[in-house]
């Protein structure tokens, strides 16, 4: 079980998302083509983001210019929420990974909604969750190989963005193998051999309509074997 998905963290993504929805029933909706930038690392944004469909990743540039990934979001989440803090301009990039839409709320709209339904408490949990992710994000990057990094990257897409069959997981989203090596931080060839190789050993497939199927069990029962 990844961190967010404690049961805590799931009921609390309901109840803001249905805030959300009551607070943006008459906002105007912006359509982001596929590819297109939300906002991009040193905009001044004042917004938090509300997904109603589609995907957006979150990246970020080291000083080489390589690209990181940091995190995927997919309809009912919000992201952007960075702005809260005050800091001003954005640290980071919002892409569409798909044709996406998106409400926007002011900071201070937001804080509002979440008092009025009382959410403050829950907020400041689901950030706390957030962080804890990340730190662990951090720690994979310094501490596991990378075949566990990207088997770990696996599992927590399939359970934050994928569908349960009976016996597997299966991630509709169109993830590359380069997008992949961003976010586990090695580089696409060898994204491409651990995924050969987690193919042949039936760990993962792909279906007639080429979505990802991810063998939970069986795949966490490798990277057990493998730590």
């Known amino acids: 079980m990844t961190i967010q998905q404690t049961p805590q963290a799931d009921q609390f993504k309901v109840q803001l998302r249905n805030s959300l929805q009551r ?32 995907q957006i990743k979150l990246l970020m540039l080291s000083s080489e210019g390589k690209e990181c990934l940091l995190a995927i979001h997919s309809a009912g989440d919000i992201f952007g ?22 409400k926007q709320i002011p900071c201070g709209q937001f804080f509002e909604r979440l008092s009025r339904d009382s959410l403050f408490e829950g907020f400041v949990r689901y950030l706390a969750v957030r962080v804890a992710d990340q730190q662990q994000v951090i720690a994979n990057l310094v501490t596991v190989d990378s075949e566990q990094r990207l088997g770990k990257t696996l599992l927590q897409l399939a359970r934050t963005i994928g569908k349960k069959d009976p016996r597997s997981i299966r991630i509709e ?4 193998h380069e997008e992949l090596s ?29 979505f ?3 063998k939970e069990n069986k795949l966490t029962q490798y990277l057990a074997q493998i730590a």
């Not at 943006?24 to 690392?41: E, F, G």
């Not at 989203?173 to 590359?176: A, S």
Request: proline share 1%; net charge negative.
């Open 173 to 176: 989203l169109k993830i590359t």
């Open 182 to 210: 961003e976010m586990v931080g090695t580089t696409r060839p060898r994204i491409s051999l651990f995924m050969q190789r987690f193919h042949n050993l039936g760990l993962i497939e792909t279906n007639k309509d080429h």
């Open 81 to 102: 929420e960075l702005c809260l803090s005050g800091l001003g301009a954005r640290v980071e990039t919002a892409t569409a990974m798909k044709a996406t839409t998106v």
């Open 212 to 214: 990802l199927i991810i």
């Open 23 to 54: 607070e943006t029933m008459n906002s105007h909706a912006i359509k982001i083509a596929r590819h297109a930038n939300v906002y991009i690392c040193g905009d001044q944004d004042e917004m938090v983001y509300f997904i109603e469909s589609g």
